[in-house]
């Protein structure tokens, strides 16, 4: 069974267009984030959320919202996409409120392709 | 400035060779962690290391950190081609609120 699932892997949409990525973890973790890993590998938190509520909210455009409707579950909506929206985009959990004391699990990724 | 900084880059060895990376990293930390990602997929996680340890061995894996140097370093023994992949470091600072910072990554080639 996989642990972190992401959907869609592939998500390939005009420039303007608004479009989610949805996760689910399986492992009964109370903390879930979103990464996003840029061409050079660089992976940057984005949000994290503890039993869903939002812990950490980095410098991120408000086009990107996070919903957490069950502490299973983390979806990501982006509004009005850009150019430099083109990314994998990961979802991962952990057991530890968020503390970063405890390993994450991540899922394997959306990889976001803007025209 | 990233917290966490791997060295090397990028690294090549044959196969049944040792792979040593490290990573350097500027401010004070809880933890520091080892991720794996293999090409076209997530991270997986390999070892934490906190910050009163100074080494961890998991299987073929050995983790040091030197919390003076704000050092840590991961070895690799007896290498094998299914351990091609990207090697991350991740730190925990104190006063991030458990925020993870990563590196960029070495990206390891093992040829058989």
């Known amino acids: 069974d996989t642990a972190v699932s992401q959907t869609p892997k592939y998500l390939v949409t005009q420039m303007g267009n608004d479009k989610s990525i949805k996760c689910e973890q399986n492992l009964g973790h109370d903390t879930m984030y979103w990464y996003k890993q840029d061409s050079k590998k660089f992976l940057k938190i984005m949000f994290s959320y503890n039993n869903k509520e939002l812990i950490i909210n980095e410098t991120v455009p408000n086009r990107f919202s996070p919903k957490s409707p069950d502490k299973a579950h983390l979806n990501l909506h982006i509004n009005s996409l850009e150019l430099g929206d083109s990314a994998v985009y990961f979802c991962?959990?952990?057991?530890?409120?968020?503390?970063?004391?405890?390993?994450?699990?991540f899922g394997d990724g959306t990889r976001l392709s803007i025209l | 400035s990233q917290q966490g900084e791997e060295d090397p880059q990028a690294l090549s060895i044959q196969e049944g060779e040792n792979a040593t990376m490290n990573c350097s990293y500027k401010t004070s930390i809880n933890n520091l962690q080892w991720y794996r990602q293999n090409s076209g997929r997530g991270l997986v996680h390999l070892i934490l290391?906190?910050?009163?340890?100074r080494e961890k061995h998991s299987g073929r894996l050995r983790v040091t950190l030197d919390t003076s140097k704000k050092s840590s370093s991961l070895l690799i023994t007896a290498s094998r081609a299914a351990d091609t992949a990207s090697y991350f470091c991740?730190?925990?600072?104190?006063?991030?609120?458990?925020?993870?910072?990563f590196g960029q990554g070495t990206e390891l080639s093992v040829k058989p």
């Open positions: 290391i906190r910050s009163n340890e």
């Open positions: 991740a730190t925990d600072p104190y006063n991030q609120g458990g925020k993870l910072i």
């Open positions: 991962a959990s952990s057991q530890d409120g968020g503390q970063g004391r405890q390993p994450q699990h």
